[in-house]
């Protein structure tokens, strides 16, 4: 069982930036492909970015492109995502997930473990 908590939320004007990270509980925590989602009032939760178990591999949603760099400390049992040029629209409540394999995935399906979600808000 893994235990993911999040944290760093808050609120940010656009063009700002903003660090969110998940804390899991554990002592596999590198063999578990990581991954963020978001969900904004109204809308379904949708991928934003992954990460392979080592690190080493990582995908993006295209939306956040080039803004966001997902990225973890295996030593610390933490993921984070570094999220730059902010936007009214990234504004959601975000969510961390685990997978119990290395590889990492960008559908919901895959994940097995969730965290509670932080929220994370752009004002114009």
């Known amino acids: 069982q893994v235990q993911l908590v999040e944290s760093g939320g808050g609120m940010v004007q656009a063009g700002g930036s903003l660090r969110v990270s998940c804390a899991a509980s554990?002592?596999?925590?590198?063999?578990?492909?990581m991954g963020w989602f978001r969900q904004a009032p109204g809308k379904e939760r949708e991928f934003v970015a992954t990460?392979?178990?080592?690190?080493?591999?990582?995908f993006y949603a295209d939306s956040v492109k080039g803004r966001c760099t997902i990225s973890r400390d295996n030593g610390k049992n933490t993921m984070y995502l570094q999220m730059n040029n902010l936007k009214p629209e990234d504004t959601a409540v975000y969510y961390c997930?685990?997978?119990?394999?290395?590889?990492?995935?960008?559908?919901?399906?895959?994940?097995?473990?969730w965290g509670q979600g932080t929220q994370v808000t752009v004002s114009s």
């Open positions: 997930a685990a997978r119990r394999v290395v590889v990492a995935f960008r559908l919901e399906s895959g994940y097995d473990y």
């Open positions: 554990g002592r596999t925590f590198s063999t578990n492909a």
């Open positions: 990460i392979s178990g080592s690190g080493g591999v990582t």
